[in-house]
């Protein structure tokens, strides 16, 4: 499986972008799909995560309100639309896969250990 991230770029504060993530190589037909983010000096840290069956979401606290994550199965790619941008966002982005999906009351797809798959990451840089 090969994960394709793109769509980062510079931004102002308060604007908007849209992350994509699109899977070659198989098929996914259950399994979910994360973002995390590594900010210079930093440890990767996940942002938001959706089940390609189902839709079910997961967002870290901090970007609730403000990224939506979303998949279009027929194109095996999933979205994240980022508004609202704050410096504070700045970071590599990284998609990452597994077969595995997501049910009520788990919690390791917050974890990059969670992941058997994983992008080559692109930059979005917010700037004040």
């Known amino acids: 499986v090969q994960l394709q991230a793109s769509g980062g770029g510079l931004v102002q504060a308060g604007g908007s972008l849209r992350l994509s993530c699109a899977a070659s190589g198989r098929t996914f037909s259950s399994g979910s799909v994360g973002w995390f983010r590594q900010a210079p000096g930093k440890e990767r840290e996940f942002v938001a995560a959706?089940?390609?069956?189902?839709?079910?979401?997961n967002y870290r606290d901090s970007v609730k309100g403000r990224f939506t994550i979303s998949r279009d199965n027929a194109k095996n790619t999933v979205y994240l639309q980022m508004n609202s941008l704050k410096p504070e966002d700045t970071a590599v982005y990284y998609c990452?896969?597994?077969?595995?999906?997501?049910?009520?009351?788990?919690?390791?797809?917050?974890?990059?250990?969670?992941?058997?798959?994983w992008g080559q990451g692109t930059l979005v840089t917010v700037s004040s």
């Open positions: 990452a896969a597994t077969q595995v999906h997501f049910s009520s009351g788990s919690t390791w797809w917050s974890s990059a250990n969670g992941y058997d798959y």
């Open positions: 959706i089940n390609w069956v189902g839709g079910s979401t």
